[in-house]
C-alpha cells in the first residue's frame, strides 16, 4: 500500500487560505452533523465510492483533502483512493479535532454521542452481562467476556472496528438528508 500523505489542519489553511480547496469529511452522518469544518462534504466511510467523488477530476493536479475526527478513518479514505488509482489526495492530521483546536471555521450542530463512545458503551454492557451470567448463572458465558475481548483487539491491531460499523447503521446514527454541504451517496 502507497504511502499516505499528511498536512495539518493549520499547514492547509496557510497554504489554501486565498483559493477554495476540497474537503471531504468520511465521518458518519451523525458526527457531521454536530461538528464539521465549514467547506467540508460528508461522504461518510462505510459508503465512500472513489470513482464517484473523483469525477470529472481526471488529469486534475489539484488534491482532494480527507478529514474525520482524529486521522484514522481519513487515512483509511486516502487507502480507498489510492488503491482506486486516486493518488492525489491527503489527509489532514488530527482530523476535525485538530481542525477545531486550531481556531478553523466549523460548523456546529446537534449534539450526538460519538460512535466511540457508543462503541464503548456496548462493549462495557456486553463484558459485563457475560461476567455477570457467568457468575449466576453458567461459567461458560464467560465467554461472551472473551468474545467482545477478543474483538476489541483485533480492533485495535487492525484499525477497524466492527461493532463501531454495525452501531453506524443503527437509525439513531443516521440524518435526514437537508442537502446542506451534506453529499451523501
Known sequence: ?????TISPSELSEQKSNESFDLID??????????HASMA??????????????????????????????????????????AAGF????????GTQAWDAAGLPVKRGQKAISLER????LAGFIVLVGALLAIFV????????????????????????????????MPWNQVKETGENCSVQ
Open 1 to 5: 500500500m502507497a504511502e499516505v500523505a
Open 26 to 35: 468520511v465521518r458518519t452522518p451523525v458526527e457531521f452533523r454536530e461538528v
Open 41 to 82: 462534504k460528508n461522504y461518510p466511510l462505510d459508503r465512500l465510492d472513489p470513482q464517484h467523488i473523483m469525477q470529472g477530476r481526471e488529469g486534475s493536479d489539484e488534491k482532494l483533502y480527507v478529514i474525520c475526527k482524529s486521522g484514522s478513518r481519513g487515512r483509511q479514505a486516502c487507502e480507498k483512493f489510492i
Open 87 to 94: 493518488t492525489n489526495v491527503v489527509n489532514v492530521a488530527g
Open 118 to 121: 457508543q462503541v464503548r458503551i
Open 138 to 169: 453458567h461459567q461458560y458465558y464467560a465467554g461472551i467476556s472473551a468474545f467482545i475481548g477478543a474483538g476489541l483487539m483485533f480492533a485495535g491491531i487492525t484499525d477497524t472496528c466492527g461493532m463501531g460499523m454495525m452501531l453506524s447503521k
